[in-house]
């Protein structure tokens, strides 16, 4: 799966954090991203297709809390 704010590939399994939206959950790399998307999920659902599987590059990934 990719996390929907940075786009790395996470597994569900050793994700360092979830999120559950419109009954969709979300898995993230680091604690940063998942704190991101509940700000504003939608800005990431969008991105994301509705599916979870978007990528981008947000250039600030570092800044995030990795």
Do not use: E, I, N, W
């Amino acid at each position: 799966m990719k996390d929907p704010v940075c786009g790395m590939d996470v597994d569900p399994a050793k994700a360092a954090a979830s999120s559950v939206h419109q009954g969709q959950t979300y898995y993230f790399c680091a604690k940063g991203c998942k704190a991101a998307f509940d700000k504003d999920p939608a800005r990431y659902v969008r991105q994301a297709g509705h599916s979870g599987h978007g990528s981008h590059d947000h250039g600030g990934h570092g800044s995030l809390g990795h």
